[in-house]
Each structure stands twice: as C-alpha cells, then as structure tokens.
C-alpha cells in the first residue's frame, strides 16, 4: 500500500505489515483512504481526533444551511376570477414570507389537449406577482399537471413591514393628541357678561338696598 505519514508526507510504497508497525511507533492509527487506488492508500493519523473534527465541520455546515420552505398552490385552467383571485392571495402571501411556491394547473380529460390555458394563466400569475415573486422554473409539462416555481425577490415583504408600521405611528400620534388636549388651559369666562354667580350676586345685593333707598 501507498503509506502517507501524519503529517501528509508521502513514505513510499510499504506492506502491510511495516505500515502498522510504523503507525503502532508514533502511537497512532492506520486508516485506509483510498482502497480503489492502486495500490491502495493508507495514512496514519489519530482516527478518534480525525473523527471529531469531522463532526464538527459537519455540524457547522448544518449550523449555516439556509432553510427554504416551498409551498405548493393548485389551479384549474378553468378557475373562476373570484378563486383566481384568492388563490393569488395565498401566492403572494407566500413570497412576502420568503418562500417559493410551486403553483400546479391540473388538467382533467380533455383539459388536456389545451395545454396553452394552464400556461397562459401560469404567466399572467407571475406577470402579476412580478414585483414580489421572480420564476425560478418556467412552466412544464408534468404528466397531468403543469407546474412553475415562483421565488421571492428582494422587494418581497417589504411592503407587509412597511404597513405594519403605520397603525404604530398613527396610535403614538393619537396619544400625543391626547395629552396635548389634556394640557390645554381651560376657556376664560367673558368678563362682559359675567358668570351666574356674579348676576345673583348682584340681583341680591339690588334687592337688600332697595328698601334703603325708598327711605
């Protein structure tokens, strides 16, 4: 066998039994990496460490793999406008949620014959959704079915957090309102007039100095 050291030097050709008294003299493992090869290559390396790390870069690939959700939507060539409508609907909720969307046409009997309905409807879907959903795979016949992928752009959901964010601003406004009108100084009765209290108050005083005065 080809025997490789520990530190990746190439040792030359060895038999099996002088690769393992090499590996056994630095205290490490005899692993074979490559036993199509001709001949067959070995190298010696601490396996319980190789193995370790091994995981570890495995964990950390998992750790970074993006999860994509797809959805799937499916439609009759011959949907109506107000279910065209709902199902688009859903499409575009979809994409402002960052999934793609695997939208379907299935065609029954004679359906079949007119393949160009399900694509026209496929393309009017995605002409729709442009600003929001790109194809990522264009319409294809699929036995019964015709099936597009939809992705969402860059401007998907965009618009959902924009929105979300009126309602707050709005009701931080309506409170500023609020305790504007409850700092506001109250109105200032008319001195010409006088208040009620005042008119009685005088009416009274009128009346105890009329006696007075016939005297």
């Known amino acids: 066998m080809r025997l490789i050291g520990e530190g990746g030097q190439q040792l030359g050709i060895k038999s099996t039994r002088e690769a393992l008294e090499y590996a056994f003299s630095k205290n490490l493992d005899l692993v074979e990496v490559a036993a199509q090869a001709d001949p067959p290559v070995a190298k010696v390396m601490d396996y319980g460490k190789h193995r ?41 909720r979809f994409l ?9 046409i299935m065609f029954r009997g004679r359906e079949q014959t007119h393949p160009e309905r399900g694509r026209d409807l496929l393309m009017r879907l995605a002409d729709e959704l442009k600003e929001i959903g790109q194809v990522e795979s264009p319409p294809l016949q699929d036995g019964r079915n015709m099936v597009m992928v939809l ?5 998907a959901g965009v618009k959902r957090d924009a929105e979300n964010e009126i309602p707050q601003r709005s009701e931080e406004a309506v409170q500023g309102d609020g305790e504007r ?20 108050a005088g009416e009274t005083e009128a009346r105890t100095a009329g006696p007075a005065g016939r005297a």
Do not use: C, F, M
């Not at 870069?57 to 799937?72: G, P, S």
């Not at 402002?96 to 379907?104: D, P």
């Open 181 to 200: 009108n409850d700092l506001a100084p109250p109105r200032q009765p008319d001195v010409a007039s006088g208040s009620p209290r005042e008119e009685e």
């Open 96 to 104: 402002n949620q960052r999934a793609k969307v695997k939208v379907t």
């Open 52 to 92: 370790y790390e091994q995981e570890q870069k495995a964990k950390l690939a998992r750790k970074h793999q993006t999860q994509i959700n797809v959805k799937e939507i499916k439609l009759r060539p011959k949907i109506g406008i107000h279910d065209y409508n709902t199902k688009k609907g859903h499409v575009e």
């Open 151 to 155: 992705g969402p752009t860059k401007n």
